[in-house]
């Protein structure tokens, strides 16, 4: 199916925009702003699904593509709600909701600053599936799209393992208020954030076998950029800092975040 990528990019930001409104609502009924984190994964996703339906041939690298976005977005989703929905509001939004003038006040805020940020962030470093299934010709999967596939295998095994082993760390009573660092938690503060990062260069690298490719590189940037200095690692460790008296002896004694031997 021939179609304008134009066309192509309003159909996919018009679905993603129309799912961030409803579960915005949802999050003001609930007075919960935190449940746009079980969307996270499933909002990067859905717009190279959404790509795939009006402009998808089958093609096996397209196949791919959205096989493996769809797999993560749904392990980070079920994650996430498993462990948030029993503990309410996350403390960040909490903390919004505190500064805020009027309830009035952050439910706008919310829309704004918290969902209508994460539809434009999460829609760019969706690129890769977009653009990596147009214009490919025959049925055969590039050499490309073998090396992306294994650097999405790294990743998404660090990010489950990692999250599996914190998972149980916490189950432990007797490590109650002590600090995970063990397992690849030894290796990197943040395996989780490595491993999306990770992710996000696989499925990058196998878009680089389509003509629009190279144009997406943009995504890992930007996932690092947030994984790294804004949302992620940094908003993170202020946090644990404050949280965990010994934090600071394990910054000094582990990557923060690509793996590296302990020190």
Not at 104 to 116: D, E, H, P
Not at 236 to 255: G, W
Request: net charge positive; glycine share 8%.
């Amino acid at each position: 199916m021939t179609i304008s990528i134009s066309t192509l990019f309003a159909t996919s930001l018009g679905v993603s925009a129309g799912i961030f409104l409803l579960v915005w609502a949802i999050s003001v009924l609930k007075k919960d702003a935190s449940i746009v984190d079980i969307l996270w994964g499933p909002a990067c996703a859905v717009p190279g699904i959404t790509a795939y339906w009006v402009a998808g041939t089958g093609h096996p690298q397209q196949l791919l593509l959205v096989t493996l976005v769809s797999i993560w977005a749904v392990r980070l989703s079920l994650y996430l709600a498993k462990r948030n929905l029993p503990h309410g509001e996350d403390y960040r939004y909490v903390r919004m909701r505190k500064r805020s003038k009027s309830d009035t006040a952050f439910i706008f805020k919310s829309l704004w600053y918290v969902f209508g940020m994460q539809l434009v962030i999460s829609w760019i470093i969706s690129l890769p599936v977009q653009l990596g299934i147009i214009g490919l010709e025959g049925d055969s999967i590039s050499t490309l799209a073998y090396v992306g596939a294994a650097l999405w295998l790294l990743g998404f095994g660090f990010e489950t393992i990692g999250d599996h082993q914190l998972t149980q760390f916490k189950k432990n009573p007797s490590n109650m208020g002590k600090l995970m660092t063990t397992g690849l938690w030894a290796w990197t503060r943040h395996p989780n954030y490595f491993g999306d990062s990770m992710v996000w260069t696989g499925l990058t690298v196998i878009a680089f076998a389509a003509p629009y490719g190279i144009y997406t590189i943009v995504s890992p940037l930007l996932m690092a950029l947030f994984l790294v200095k804004v949302s992620g690692k940094a908003l993170t460790e202020r946090h644990m800092v404050e949280k965990y008296p010994e934090y600071e002896a394990y910054k000094a004694s582990t990557s923060g975040f690509i793996p590296m031997p302990p020190k």
